[in-house]
Antibody
Framework: EVQLQQSGPELQRPGASVKLSCKASGYTFTEYYMYWVKQRPKQGLELIGR????????DYVEKFKNKATLTADTSSNTAYMQLSSLTSEDTATYFC????????????WGQGASVTVSS | DIQMTQSPSSLSVSLGDNVTFTCEASENIYGFLAWYQQKLGKAPKLLIYGATNLEDGVPTRFSGSGSWTNYSLTISSLEPEDIATYYC?????????FGAGTKLELK
């Protein structure tokens, strides 16, 4: 069974950084992109970017290029996303999701990780 | 980036209804269109890919259609568990952009 298990909720101060994790199981980690998606409270889904765990190449949506850093550890089948210089605009639930390749949908999702930024 | 426009943004429905909502891409996406269902507090779930292909395990009351820039999702005989928000997504080119969603609400 394919599973993406995300880390727990985070409460952070403005200006801090946070690193979220997404542990994959049930498939070959290096055969699928890992996408990260942001969802602000009562809002829609917004793509942040993706990482190819095979070579750790990354693609970011422009608005997140200075906000998010995607990494992957093939020894533990875990993808990570670090968010820097947190503001209230970063308060959201963040999902990881796998996708086979460009042209393919995101067919498995993590349960989501809540990040709250508050002083 | 390809813009995805969903309509309506919300829909008031009754159990047993046949429901259709639409998604329009800002350019031809050649059928590379996915639909996701998101229930409150949960992760999105893939329903349909390639505009018309039902993901394994998804009930057959869900169906997708469309081509070029215009796509639709139909739910036949709405069940209580179908109350959710539905998102379309462009899979043709990176980035895979989402529509803003259609939220189903019970009358």
């Amino acid at each position: 069974e394919v599973q993406l298990q995300q880390s727990g909720p985070e409460l952070q101060r403005p200006g801090a950084s946070v690193k979220l994790s997404c542990k994959a199981s049930g498939y070959t980690f290096t055969e699928y992109y890992m996408y990260w998606v942001k969802q602000r409270p009562k809002q829609g889904l917004e793509l942040i970017g993706r990482i190819d765990p095979e070579d750790c190449s990354t693609d970011y949506v422009e608005k997140f290029k200075n906000k998010a850093t995607l990494t992957a550890d093939t020894s533990s089948n875990t993808a990570y996303m670090q968010l820097s210089s947190l503001t209230s605009e970063d308060t959201a639930t963040y999902f990881c999701a796998r996708g086979y390749n460009s042209g393919y949908p995101m067919d498995a999702w993590g349960q989501g990780a809540s990040v709250t930024v508050s002083s | 980036d390809i813009q995805m426009t969903q309509s309506p943004s919300s829909l008031s429905v009754s159990l047993g209804d046949n429901v259709t909502f639409t998604c329009e891409a800002s350019e031809n996406i050649y059928g590379f269109l996915a639909w996701y269902q998101q229930k409150l507090g949960k992760a999105p779930k893939l329903l349909i890919y390639g505009a018309t292909n039902l993901e394994d395990g998804v009930p057959t009351r869900f169906s997708g259609s469309g081509s070029w820039t215009n796509y639709s999702l139909t739910i036949s005989s709405l069940e209580p568990e179908d109350i959710a928000t539905y998102y379309c997504q462009n899979n043709h080119v990176y980035p895979p952009t989402f529509g803003a969603g259609t939220k189903l609400e019970l009358k």
